[in-house]
């Protein structure tokens, strides 16, 4: 057993090392009142560059959406082209910042409006506090926002004018918008600095590394185009689909041999996973043309993602070489160009795609 003054006799030792080890130069202090105040600046600035990502996103998501409604079939639903909030919206530790970069206070506001919306037509503006929907108060305080977003989305679901009774600069006034139709999926923007796009099915998530990555609205709405592609022609459930079989023959072999792997699962979730993401450029470069965008110098994006990803420039894994993408995106846009010269609706050719060497 080791007695007692031993044990302190160790411990000693063991701090007078530590503090060995200690920074030894003669810093100034730093006043938390001024620490505190810092941390409240970069927060709004934090705030202010999510939201011009953001609303740079929205501003090119939204033409792709209301003008690729035939693309997207029975998925159709209406939307005035604004953004809104209020503080309870926000989580707690972020509402001071909030307040400070958008003028945010229990009330519902508008923050941004898109350009060439019903919106814009109806002549809102960032700013203007909203006080009724349809002779409908809109109430303020707690969970306000999430009742004035379901009280909006009742009025939109008709399709028909919706009047509002708005607050501008402290004086009352009314306006009228008329909805238009869009694609019935949300454009997304999630914080990861990945450089990345996905789509679910249902959304379209692009990350702010993503946001930082593309050099024009041309390019993102190719980004966006792409993964609506993905949501319109089912490639989410079709890939769950083929999961699912190879899953059930994971479960026959298993009967026969006692061990149960995920191989055929594994196998078939990853089947024509190059295919489709070909087709989700194909319907990408329709959906970005059909919103006014242009396709000529899409294929740039993959030259670029090509040569600050080398390995992508001649492997393919679930995705075709970036190599491979370019010289496909750039048939694709000749196909568009051809078309809008003739006159011809932009609707891609549904006949089955062409595969070739990756």
């Not at 505190?36 to 501003?59: D, G, P, T, Y």
């Not at 009724?132 to 999430?146: H, L, P, S």
């Not at 470069?285 to 420039?313: C, K, L, Q």
Request: with cysteine; aromatic share 8%; proline share 4%.
């Amino acid at each position: 057993m080791i007695r007692l003054p031993v044990v302190f006799l160790l411990l000693s030792l063991l701090l007078s090392l530590f503090a060995g080890c200690a920074p030894v130069t003669a810093r100034p202090d730093v006043d938390p009142e001024l620490a505190a105040r810092e941390a409240s600046i970069q927060k709004r600035m934090a705030v202010e560059s999510h939201m011009r990502k953001f609303w740079r996103l929205s501003e090119v998501s939204l033409p792709v959406l209301e003008h690729g409604t035939v693309l997207c079939g029975d998925r159709v639903t209406y939307y005035l082209g604004m953004d809104t909030n209020s503080i309870d919206n926000v989580p707690e530790e972020w509402r001071q910042a909030y307040k400070d970069a958008l003028g945010l206070d229990e009330r519902i506001k508008v923050t941004r409006v898109f350009a060439h919306t019903p919106a814009a037509d109806a002549g809102f503006q960032p700013g203007d506090v909203v006080l009724m929907i349809n002779g409908r108060k809109v109430e303020t305080g707690d969970k306000a926002y999430v009742k004035f977003a379901g009280q909006l989305q009742e009025q939109l679901d008709t399709g028909e004018t919706v009047s509002f009774w708005i607050e501008r600069d402290g004086a009352p006034m009314a306006l009228s918008a008329i909805p238009a139709e869009r694609c019935d999926y949300a454009v997304l923007m999630s914080d990861d600095t990945v450089v990345n796009a996905y789509a679910d099915g249902d959304s379209v998530v692009v990350t702010k590394g993503m946001m930082d990555y593309i050099e024009s609205d041309d390019e993102l709405a190719l980004v966006v185009g792409h993964e609506m592609g993905h949501n319109v022609m089912g490639h989410i459930t079709k890939k769950t689909g083929n999961r699912i079989i190879g899953a059930v023959l994971d479960g026959l072999l298993a009967g026969v041999t006692g061990v149960y792997t995920n191989n055929f699962a594994n196998a078939a979730g990853m089947m024509y996973s190059q295919e489709f993401e070909q087709e989700a450029d194909y319907m990408g470069v329709y959906f970005m043309e059909r919103a006014g965008f242009d396709s000529t110098g899409a294929p740039n994006f993959w030259r670029r993602m090509g040569a600050d990803n080398p390995y992508a420039i001649g492997h393919a894994t679930t995705h075709p070489t970036s190599a491979y993408r370019y010289v496909f995106l750039e048939k694709c846009s000749k196909e568009v160009k051809e078309k809008e010269k003739e006159g011809t609706e932009l609707l891609p050719n549904m006949a089955e795609l062409k595969t070739a060497s990756k």
